[in-house]
Every structure is written in structure tokens, then in C-alpha cells.
């Protein structure tokens, strides 16, 4: 399945943007999907996951103002961003992921992934 990212922007702190990403084929096929970020020079860092099945978890750093969520029907996987702060800025990606050995893992290439910048 291809995986293309939208949705990211300028925001000052305090506010709020939803991300989108869109797939090809059919999300409930992907067992595990999640979104990543990336700082320039940095390694991705997994902020948000869920599962066909329903379970979600989410990085410390993200929780309580981050919400991802599947629409199945339309095949997308959104990521809720409230109260945004400088330190979320970041290129974000999704991905849909294996599980190894209590790991979660890209199971394919990095798309152009989507921008968000958080500041005053």
C-alpha cells in the first residue's frame, strides 16, 4: 500500500492541527499503523499507534493532547494535534508497522511525510 501524508502547517503554541494519510488500499488490512516524527538530524520517534483490533498507545511526550484514529471507510489515518507546542515541530510521518519482539517497526519506505511548525 502507498501511504501519503497531509495536513501539517504553521500554528503558533496552544493550537491545534489535524494531520491526515490517506491509503491506497484497505486500512483494515494493516494490522498495526502509527505516526512518526522526525527532528531535522534526529531519528524518527514513534508518537502515536494503534491496531485493527482498537488498542492505542502513545509516546509520554504527545499524550493527552494527541489522538490518532482510523476511518475505515475512507481508508485514513488521522492524528489529532491540541495544544501544540514548539517542541512538537517536526516532519510527520505514517507508517504501518510490524511487531517484533515487543517492538513496533516500519515495514516500509519513509514517504515525504508532512510538516508542522509550532511558534509564535
Known amino acids: 500500500v502507498q501511504l501519503v501524508e497531509s495536513g501539517g502547517g504553521v500554528v503558533q503554541p496552544g493550537g491545534s492541527l489535524r494531520l491526515s494519510c490517506k491509503v491506497s488500499?484497505?486500512?483494515?488490512?494493516?494490522?498495526?499503523m502509527g505516526w512518526y516524527r522526525q527532528d531535522p538530524g534526529k531519528q524518527h520517534e514513534l508518537v502515536a499507534r494503534?491496531?485493527?483490533?482498537?488498542?492505542?498507545r502513545y509516546a509520554d511526550s504527545v499524550k493527552g493532547r494527541f489522538t490518532i484514529s482510523r476511518d475505515n471507510e475512507n481508508n485514513v489515518l488521522w492524528l489529532q494535534m491540541n495544544n501544540l507546542k514548539p517542541e512538537d515541530t517536526a516532519v510527520y510521518f505514517c507508517?504501518?508497522?510490524?511487531?517484533?519482539?515487543?517492538?513496533?517497526?516500519?515495514?516500509?519506505?519513509w514517504g515525504q511525510g508532512t510538516r508542522v511548525t509550532v511558534s509564535s
Open positions: 507508517m504501518d508497522l510490524g511487531h517484533q519482539n515487543s517492538d513496533y517497526v516500519p515495514l516500509q519506505s
Open positions: 494503534n491496531s485493527r483490533s482498537g488498542v492505542i
Open positions: 488500499g484497505n486500512i483494515d488490512s494493516l494490522t498495526y
